[in-house]
């Protein structure tokens, strides 16, 4: 939405439903969905006298200044350097990955003001619905139609990616695919490292127009008869430390990491068939097969994707004739659990259950809206 000099755009959250770790991997599928709680990002002029940038965010006490340098940004005030630096790290890549267009253009570095409003934490506190990805898709966009740049879904995400991607190029890029297309999505992520290198050696114009190898995401059908219910345990986890574990561990190239990849590959593509048919009761089975690989995971490495509260989400689930893992990273943030949406007791059980140990039931729904503005 563009009102005079103001531009607003709100991106949805996401949850992980099959394929997390393997999907780091260029080209290796997994599925996500975008749900009903947004990031939403206003961006207006500055009223500064000089050109810079103006940062403020609901988690942040005050907004605060930062000042071009060779098409990078610094705080202005560097009391806070560290704090500023890592709470807005994704506003401020997303800033410098739009603003190098019209550099490369020969245009200088813009002049706005950035305000960003989450619902995706309570108090402060991660859900784990991919606020880092919605925040950069929503900046990347409403960045972009203030400086006038009209980007195509594709090319905000790519924009998007590799602004995460300057940040931990190690992340899959599905959260920012989530919340770009919104509703259902297959995702399979591009080499990172290679869409960095070529932006940074061809102009991110050009890495915007090259193809990316190993990328696809498609939308979905959602599934018929279905509920997704979702557990949040309370406690965030650190994505970024659990994937920068596994890397650590000797597992990879190991026997046991090419069976997780092969037979979570394997889950993946047979939860795609089973939307795409309408077989309830397949996706189902497949979401069960994703946790157990999950688990085994977990076992070899001792990675601790199941924290006692994850545990106990999947249990009460399968007691109440439910599917449900893990969504994501795991070590805290949320579960999921997919169950008959025509069986109303069968979800008030499964609410007391979680309830009673500790998880508590999100209302949050799927939504088939991706990223406007
Ligand atoms: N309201 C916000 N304002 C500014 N930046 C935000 C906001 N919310 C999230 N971010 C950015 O996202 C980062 C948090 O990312 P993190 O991966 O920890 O959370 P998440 O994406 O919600 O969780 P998950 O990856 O488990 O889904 C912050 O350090 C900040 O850079
Ligand atoms: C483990 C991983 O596959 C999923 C992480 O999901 P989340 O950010 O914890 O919701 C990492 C990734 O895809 O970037």
Redesign the pocket.
Known sequence: MTRGRTVVSRAP??LFVVGEYAVVEPGNPAILVAVDRH?TVTVTVTGLEEAGVVIS????PHGTRWRWQDGRLSPCDTSDEQGAR??????VSAIETVSALPAERGSSAPALSVS???G??EGGT??????????TVATVAAVAAFCGLTPTDEERFRLALLATAE?DPK?SGG?VAASTWGGWISYRAPDRAAALELARSRGVEEALRVPWPGFAARRLPAPEGLALEVGWTGS?????SLVSDLHRRNWRGTAAHLRFIRATTDCVCAAIGALEAGESRELLEQVRRAGRELARLDDEVALGVFTPRLRALCEAAEAVGGAAKPS??GGG?CGIALLDAGAPRQLARLRERWASAGVVPLPIRPTAEGNEG
Not at 126 to 135: D, F, H, N
Not at 236 to 240: G, H, L, N, R, V
Request: glycine content about 18%; overall charge negative; proline content about 3%.
């Open positions: 959250g996401k990031v965010s609901d988690l942040r890592s709470g807005l790290a994704h506003v960003v409003d989450s995706l934490h991660k859900y784990g619905l991919g606020s880092s990805g919605a925040v940040i992340g959260d965030p986890a650190s994505t970024t994501g990273a943030d």
